[in-house]
């Protein structure tokens, strides 16, 4: 199983700096970054862009893979996404991964004075919006006409550094996404059950990752799609479970999940005053120690 962290992008650039270099130090696998214009409790606080935070990142390590956790149509077209990816794809030197999703009903989704989609208009734009990207990422030059999201002669050239294209994880739970997920996909991602993870008891929450995971199995079968091909990443913190209070809290964690078909565990990178407190000692060591504990 992979050990990935998220750092959220809330730190002046010389303190985040270090951090990203410490998260390749520690042997993550990738260190993502979410792709916000600001997020729930941090709303007034300070909060950065994720694409010149990774593009920084990018120059400050040279190992660790790094990528969004999630890129979503709130506020986002895929013309220009594609072009921002692709360059940091060049930067990095071919270390990116793009974590997509259709986007939820906070803050982003009316930023630019709209008003906020429905989970079905959501689900309408995301069924156009990862489709076109995947074709922008795949070629020089891409038309195409669509009801939410076009392109007209859109060039990406030279295209990116991984081919045919950096890898797409797409975060989905409902029936359309999972669909989209066995046809674009690299990757799926959960947080766990989106309408309730954190009033979940912990001791159900393998339950629902697994019956996503079976739905999963079904998109690739209609797509005729071997699911071992999909990386099946677990976003931690959204629920009551708690990996971070000691290395064993994580072993046992970790291994329930890797049992049921999870390759990769992204843990948040502790956040002081923040929904995302934790020991950064048992962080560090977690790191450290407890990828080898579940060999």
Request: charged share 25%.
């Amino acid at each position: 199983m992979r050990l990935s962290t998220v750092i959220l992008p809330v730190y002046r650039w010389p303190e985040a700096r270090q951090l990203w270099q410490r998260a390749e130090d520690l042997g993550f696998h990738t260190a993502y970054t979410y792709d916000h214009l600001s997020w729930r409790s941090f709303r007034d606080r300070t909060w950065f862009g994720a694409v010149p935070t990774l593009t920084a990142a990018a120059t400050a390590t040279s190992r660790i893979r790094l990528g969004t956790m999630v890129t979503s149509p709130n506020f986002r077209h895929p013309v220009t996404l594609a072009k921002e990816l692709v360059t940091l794809d060049d930067v990095s030197e071919g270390r990116i991964t793009a974590g997509i999703g259709a986007g939820g009903s906070g803050f982003d989704a009316t930023a630019l004075g709209q008003e906020a989609w429905t989970p079905r208009q959501r689900a309408d734009r995301f069924g156009e919006f990862l489709p076109l990207l995947d074709e922008l990422l795949s070629q020089d030059v891409t038309t195409r006409r669509g009801t939410y999201y076009s392109a007209e002669e859109a060039r990406n050239i030279p295209g990116c550094v991984q081919r045919p294209r950096l890898p797409l994880y797409v975060a989905a739970t409902g029936p359309r996404g999972l669909r989209l997920a066995a046809e674009h996909g690299q990757g799926w991602i959960s947080y766990g059950d989106p309408k309730g993870a954190g009033s979940m008891p912990p001791a159900l929450c393998p339950d629902v990752i697994a019956a996503q995971l079976g739905r999963l199995e079904q998109a690739c079968a209609e797509r005729d799609r071997d699911p071992a091909e999909l990386a099946k990443v677990l976003l931690s913190g959204s629920t009551q479970e708690k990996p971070l209070a000691s290395v064993d809290a994580f072993v046992d964690y970790a291994g329930r999940y890797a049992e049921l078909g999870i390759t990769e565990i992204v843990l948040h990178w502790p956040v002081p005053d923040s929904v995302f407190e934790a020991d950064l000692s048992v962080f560090e060591k977690i790191a450290t120690d407890g990828p080898a504990q579940l060999r």
